[in-house]
T-cell receptor, first 111, second 114 residues
Framework: DAKTTQPPSMDCAEGRAANLPCNHSTISGNEYVYWYRQIHSQGPQYIIH?????ETNEMASLIITEDRKSSTLILPHATLRDTAVYYCIVRVPYSNYQLIWGAGTKLIIKP | SAVISQKPSRDICQRGTSLTIQCQVD?????MFWYRQQPGQSLTLIAT?????????ESGFVIDKFPISRPNLTFSTLTVSNMSPEDSSIYLC???????????FGPGTRLTVL
């Protein structure tokens, strides 16, 4: 199973774009990249996922490099409520939909 | 999306006792999972709850310690047996529906064992 590497923590000013990097250099061709976040004392929340094309939804954008070895989650206008731990996960295919969780990035949005 | 509720939301228990955590989903789901999140740590999958049959446990977790039931497509329970302080964690129920690609999580049960 591919593993991911994320910086342990990041700061971002409120109203600015938050760019969270993730390395997944051993990802296989049919594995997707998923992003979740966990706000303090809550269960994880799905944000976005992608295979190889860039994706955008109402919460965020996901940019995946052409070689698929890394990706960046972009929160375009960060607010204080975006302070959370952000997890980049590579999905294990055909294995009971198991998500392998790393340590994540603690993102702190500062006023 | 699926709305998941867990009971209790938190509990403080004595060493040697057992606690059963309930997970209720507002719609039928294909798969249900139980995770543990120890203080300051990431999530660890305990087991996949299978409807009408024994749960599938991950390495390091056994049925005697974490018995799981799933009597139907919307409900599951996880029991933490013979608790010790090392079992103090947040326990999370998670589901996947047939129509959505993402996985949904309940609010968690915060367990403290004294």
């Amino acid at each position: 199973d591919a593993k991911t590497t994320q910086p342990p923590s990041m700061d971002c000013a409120e109203g600015r774009a938050a760019n969270l990097p993730c390395n997944h250099s051993t990802i296989s061709g049919n594995e997707y990249v998923y992003w979740y976040r966990q706000i303090h004392s809550q269960g994880p929340q799905y944000i976005i996922h992608g295979l190889k094309n860039n994706e955008t939804n109402e919460m965020a954008s996901l940019i995946i490099t052409e070689d698929r070895k890394s990706s960046t989650l972009i929160l375009p206008h960060a607010t204080l409520r975006d302070t959370a731990v952000y997890y980049c996960i590579v999905r294990v295919p055909y294995s009971n939909y198991q998500l392998i969780w790393g340590a994540g990035t603690k993102l702190i949005i500062k006023p | 999306s699926a709305v998941i509720s867990q009971k209790p939301s938190r509990d403080i228990c004595q060493r040697g006792t057992s606690l059963t955590i309930q997970c209720q989903v507002d719609s039928q789901v294909t798969m249900m999972f139980w995770y543990r999140q120890q203080p300051g740590q990431s999530l660890t999958l305990i087991a996949t709850a299978n409807q009408g049959s024994e749960a599938t446990y991950e390495s390091g977790f056994v049925i005697d310690k974490f018995p799981i039931s799933r009597p139907n497509l919307t409900f599951s329970t996880l029991t933490v047996s013979n608790m010790s302080p090392e079992d103090s964690s947040i326990y999370l129920c998670s589901v996947r529906t047939a129509s959505y690609n993402e996985q949904f999580f309940g609010p968690g049960t915060r367990l403290t064992v004294l």
